[in-house]
């Protein structure tokens, strides 16, 4: 199916759309987790915004994986945040195929 946005055509929605829900079964997954550790509300939240921090520092957002030094690049590689990223690029910027997320899908599915 083929899908204009913005004037582009993105032909690969389903895949899109699979990705998205990987992230969103993630994201909530490690707010259960966070909720089942912690006993208040205000502990909860400060441990999703450390969390959230942690994830923000640890990508490709701030310093590329090209910069960092190996041992750091390759945790920033296993970051989910930055898993994801990478999924969604090569889907909507790149149009790439299935074959080419298939490693992507299968670390985002190994957090779950």
């Given at each position: 199916?083929i ?37 208040t509300?205000?502990t ?13 520092v ?8 090209e910069?960092a ?17 990478t ?11 299935f ?14």
């Amino acid at each position: 199916m083929i899908v204009v946005f913005y004037g582009e055509r993105v032909e690969n929605i389903a895949l899109i759309l699979i990705v998205l829900f990987l992230i969103i079964a993630l994201y909530t997954f490690i707010g259960v987790i966070l909720g089942l550790f912690f006993n208040t509300e205000e502990t909860v939240l400060l441990g999703a915004i450390t969390i959230s921090i942690l994830f923000l520092v640890l990508s490709e957002f701030i310093l590329p994986i090209e910069a960092a030094p190996p041992l750091v690049g390759t945790l920033v590689s296993l970051n989910p945040f930055v898993i994801a990223e990478t999924a969604l690029r090569k889907l909507l910027i790149f149009n790439l195929s299935f074959g080419s997320i298939q490693s992507d899908l299968l670390k985002l599915s190994g957090y779950l």
